[in-house]
């Protein structure tokens, strides 16, 4: 017996449950709403992601800092931090989210229906679960992803770590190879570095953070070997092995081949969606040749019953906040309203110590659409409050259309970058100059108003201000 619905959601993340509920109170709880998930409810960034990354960030940001003598008057005493507790309280912290922001909140939702299992599409609009058939009128996928692993002759033969995995383990790596100079390489390896692992980062690229500013990207690599991360850059792994309970990867870069030994290996590469098993040819859904969804504005996909949100489809960024926008975006275009995706006032932040925080167009990108653009850089130094807090690596640029002062792209390398890079989301997204983010009164001190000095450096000499020229 088949079973019928309005809107059948598949996943059980971030995409779906923004999609769930605001379908729930556009149609004012009359929709009947299915919600199909597999695995831990909250799909990555709670389980996987941004939760366990950032709680351990926290704590070892916490560690390794308190020893860093900053202040004249302070003595800074020993601490020892228990590696086994610390991942006990990733792992409490993350079942708390789980149930309070997730298994908990469906509750409130009378008209929308929970369900453990796999699906299968067995038409466009007819799906299999574990024997069980269910239609509907619109279909929204938010499958996610998973960790995407290269094909590396000798991994799979003596293990590895993924973003997946790595919170399970209780003894501290004394030296781990990261493959992967992405957000996720950079930022578990600064955690591990302050909590007293030697870190070596392999990437096949020539810089880190490669979706970044080049000179926020170089000026967070000098930062991070400061603190005593190592780098090989532009290299290939060749292969993996094991011996005397070490893993062994050959490294080929241009100075030819070489060796590193190392305890533990966390392949950060990248993620792939989870797509494979839908059978989403039988839904007509699109996808492109690594399996992403392929969606348009609207988050409809080549099927006009079925749209798409969340890792799964193809798009530059993977962000816990992009997703549910994505989904809000789908049921909303679902249940009648007109709304579309819009990537570029979408703000991204790498959580390493400083932040490096981005939205909008990056230079490059603009030069290359737009033939020219303007652009202007400085130094945390020329910060007031950075003097306050005896913390002044970082850089702050602003990327601006040359002939009116619009800006067009903002890009910080701070502490806390993440919690001001809206101001700067902001000011793109409605359109303002350089002359309105000048014009408009900050808070002093903050590290907020290095975004305000930075649009003054268009206009004069900040070397030669004053804390407070307007």
């Not at 590396?152 to 493959?179: C, F, H, M, R």
């Not at 007293?196 to 490669?210: C, K, T, W, Y």
């Not at 290939?236 to 490294?251: M, T």
């Not at 649009?455 to 407070?468: D, K, L, T």
Request: charged fraction near 25%.
């Amino acid at each position: 017996m088949t079973k019928n619905y309005d809107i059948i959601i598949i996943g059980n993340g971030a995409a779906a449950f923004a999609a769930a509920i605001k379908a729930s109170e556009l149609s004012e709880n009359d929709a009947s709403i299915l919600m199909i998930g597999y695995g831990p409810m909250g799909g990555t960034c709670v389980n996987v992601g941004c939760i366990p990354s950032k709680y351990l960030l926290e704590v070892s940001n916490t560690i390794f800092y308190s020893k860093q003598k900053r202040f004249e008057g302070i003595e800074i005493g020993e601490i020892k931090p228990d590696f086994r507790n610390i991942m006990e309280g990733l792992r409490n912290t993350v079942k708390e989210l789980r149930k309070n922001k997730y298994e908990e909140v469906l509750k409130a939702y009378p008209n929308i229906e929970y369900l453990e299992g796999k699906v299968r599409f067995f038409s466009t609009n007819e799906i299999g679960v574990d024997g069980k058939v269910f239609k509907a009128k619109n279909i929204l996928i938010a499958v996610g992803s998973r960790p995407s692993i290269p094909n590396i002759e000798g991994l799979n033969e003596i293990g590895y770590l993924t973003s997946n995995t790595i919170w399970d383990i209780d003894s501290l790596p004394g030296k781990i190879a990261i493959i992967g100079a992405g957000a996720i390489g950079l930022e578990i390896g600064q955690a591990f570095l302050h909590l007293g692992s030697q870190v070596v980062i392999i990437e096949a690229l020539n810089r880190i953070a490669p979706q970044s500013e080049y000179e926020l990207s170089q000026y967070l690599q000098n930062n991070l070997e400061e603190e005593g991360m190592q780098f090989v850059l532009k290299a290939r792994i060749n292969k993996v092995k094991k011996a005397a309970g070490k893993k062994i990867l050959e490294i080929v870069t241009a100075r030819g081949k070489e060796e590193l030994e190392v305890d533990e290996i966390l392949v950060a590469t990248g993620r792939k969606p989870n797509t494979d098993q839908l059978m989403l040819e039988k839904a007509n859904v699109e996808t492109t040749s690594n399996g992403f969804i392929v969606t348009n504005k609207r988050m409809q996909t080549s099927n006009p019953r079925i749209y798409a949100a969340g890792d799964c489809v193809s798009k530059r960024l993977m962000l816990e906040t992009l997703a549910a926008r994505e989904g809000t975006v789908a049921v909303s275009n679902i249940l009648g309203l007109e709304e579309e995706m819009d990537y570029l006032h979408v703000p991204s932040v790498i959580f390493t110590y400083p932040q490096l925080a981005s939205v909008g167009y990056l230079e490059s990108e603009y030069v290359n659409e737009y033939g020219k653009c303007s652009c202007n850089l400085i130094k945390l130094e020329h910060i007031p409050k950075a003097h306050l807090m005896k913390e002044k690596r970082g850089l702050i640029k602003i990327v601006i259309e040359p002939t009116n002062g619009k800006i067009v792209g903002i890009h910080a390398l701070a502490p806390y970058a993440s919690e001001f890079i809206i101001e700067a989301t902001l000011a793109i997204r409605f359109g303002l100059t350089i002359k309105d983010l000048i014009d408009t009164v900050h808070a002093f001190p903050t590290l907020s108003e290095g975004i305000k000095i930075a649009a003054q450096s268009f206009v004069r000499n900040v070397e030669r201000m004053s804390c407070c020229v307007e």
